[in-house]
């Protein structure tokens, strides 16, 4: 069962252009949603998260929209350069207690000088 | 201030066999959770330990057992192995208050 749908599981880009990860959710009780970058050979890393009474939240370049209604959310990732290259996960869980993060199946992002 | 770290880095077993990975914390985290990730998948929810105890548990045979000790650190023990367990192991950290889950780097598993 898989509570956490992510597409594409590909992506190519050129530098500068704004690649868009997308993400939708089954389970309502969810109500925090962290996006992870993992580098080859590296875990994940925490980039940016957002809570369901949020509809949009901005870290640097990275831009995550929250659209609570459809249980969709989406990651923007703004001026993309070729180190921006990884795979990004979109995940889930609810906060605080015994903390289950859900992962979708994730995004290979490639940025092309 | 070390972050999670994990061991072994890689390890090659055969089928049936039995294998121990360890992690330790982020210092002051209390939380530890384990994961599979299988190759081109996103990581996938084992169990997590609190106070020595397992807390939550995925859907995992009990092939999968683990232990948390006074200091934190965790271990996760596979018996029976499988060649479908081969895959990177995640250990992850956190506080039970809630808060940013820290990954490792991971253990290597392959099968076979």
């Not at chain 2, 092939?63 to 200091?71: E, I, K, M, T």
């Not at chain 2, 271990?75 to 367990?85: I, P, S």
Request: proline share 6%.
């Amino acid at each position: 069962q898989q509570q956490v749908k992510q597409s594409p599981q590909s992506l190519i880009v050129q530098k500068g252009g704004i690649p868009i990860i997308n993400c939708a959710y089954e389970n309502t009780a969810f109500d925090y949603f962290p996006w992870y970058q993992q580098f080859p050979g590296k875990g994940p890393a925490l980039l940016i998260a957002i809570r369901p009474d949020v509809s949009e939240k901005k870290e640097g370049r990275f831009t995550i929209s929250f659209n609570k209604s459809a249980k969709q959310f989406s990651l923007h990732i703004m001026d993309s350069q070729p180190g921006d290259s990884a795979t990004y996960f979109c995940a889930a869980s609810k906060v605080g207690g015994y903390q289950k993060v859900t992962f979708g199946i994730g995004t290979k992002l490639q940025v092309i000088p | 201030d070390a972050g999670v770290t994990q061991s072994p880095t890689h390890l090659i077993k055969t089928r049936g066999q039995q294998v121990t990975l360890r992690c330790s914390p982020k210092s002051g985290h209390d939380t530890v959770s384990w994961y599979q990730q299988a190759l081109g998948q996103g990581p996938q929810f084992i169990f997590q330990y609190y106070e020595e105890e397992e807390r939550q548990r995925g859907n995992f045979p009990d092939r999968f057992s683990g232990h948390q000790f006074p200091n934190y650190s965790s271990e996760l023990n596979v018996n029976a192995l499988l060649l479908g367990d081969s895959a990177l192991y995640l250990c992850a950290s956190s506080f039970v208050t809630g808060g940013e889950q820290y990954f490792g780097p991971g253990t290597r598993l392959t099968v076979t």
